[in-house]
């Protein structure tokens, strides 16, 4: 049976080095997923694919990159709407889950489930504790963890959770929201949600009705934060879950990268 094909695409580096190094994580998750996943075949794009065939016969994607207004997949909606239509796995990472209101972001409803949505969602830099994990594919090893990231939170979703499983969710303490009211920073609902002590979903997935599958992450902007050994396996286990690959009992093991290992994937 042929391997099934991940494809990894980043966007270029946009906040200084060891931030948002979309190239490396992308070479960094590829190079694991070759290793250590029975089954499956991971490349990476820099970019939107220019060759038409590097997607066409993929089981899942994942988009690394900027986003908002400039997302790179904004010009291709359809292309990736047909995609989906096929049973094509779908997944975006940190900034990459922001796209604006409107058909962008009804897309991504669509086929991860959310999507961060500006005057709803924030992006607060702060220490997250996740001190259970929800049973499923994608948490098959990984322990309750505690990390330091720009973790995004109350995303928009589809109405009342329709389909969405959270796979990582926490209570955001009340300093992420010191700033003040903003596109980004905070707005009158989500100041509610927090004191209404609302859990706030960072990792989440879809099993659509197409029969793909969608995965959104909301953290990911330090690139060392990779050698963090539960988060690393978390997006491992997610991306081969998303492209309908088995994950492990134990999770997609690999073993924990030096610094100078994950700064020779940098760019």
């Given at each position: 049976m042929s391997a099934k094909k991940i494809v990894l695409i980043a966007g270029n580096p946009s906040h200084g080095r060891g931030s948002h190094e979309h190239v490396g994580g992308c070479l960094l998750f590829a190079d694991l997923i070759n290793k250590y996943v029975d089954g499956a075949s991971a490349v990476v794009s820099q970019g939107w694919?220019?060759?038409?065939?590097?997607?066409?016969?993929?089981?899942?994607f994942a988009i690394y990159s900027d986003g908002g207004g400039g997302?790179?997949?904004?010009?291709?909606?359809?292309?990736?709407?047909?995609?989906?239509?096929?049973?094509?796995?779908?997944?975006?990472?940190?900034?990459?889950?922001?796209?604006p209101a409107g058909k962008p972001g009804d897309c991504f409803l669509e086929w991860i489930g959310g999507y961060f949505e500006m005057n709803w969602s924030v992006n607060p830099h702060w220490t997250a504790e996740f001190k259970s994990l929800p049973k499923h594919p994608i948490n098959n090893g990984v322990k309750p963890f505690t990390m330091d990231d720009e973790w995004y939170y109350h995303m928009r979703f589809r109405k009342n959770m329709e389909g969405v499983t959270s796979v990582l969710s926490t209570l955001p303490p009340d300093s992420t929201l010191e700033r003040p009211d903003g596109t980004h920073s905070g707005?009158?609902?989500v100041r509610k949600a927090v004191a209404n002590k609302e859990p706030q979903h960072l990792g989440w997935c879809v099993e659509r009705p197409d029969g793909g599958r969608g995965f959104g992450f909301t953290g990911g902007h330090f690139h060392d934060k990779w050698a963090v050994d539960d988060v690393r396996k978390f997006i491992l286990n997610a991306l081969i879950w998303t492209a309908k690959l088995e994950v492990p009992k134990n999770g997609v093991e690999t073993p924990t990268p030096t610094p100078q290992e994950l700064e020779s994937y940098m760019r």
């Open positions: 694919p220019t060759d038409a065939s590097v997607l066409k016969d993929a089981s899942a997302h790179l997949v904004i010009p291709h909606l359809d292309e990736v709407a047909e995609l989906a239509k096929k049973g094509v796995g779908v997944a975006m990472l940190h900034y990459a889950v922001e796209v707005n009158p609902d």
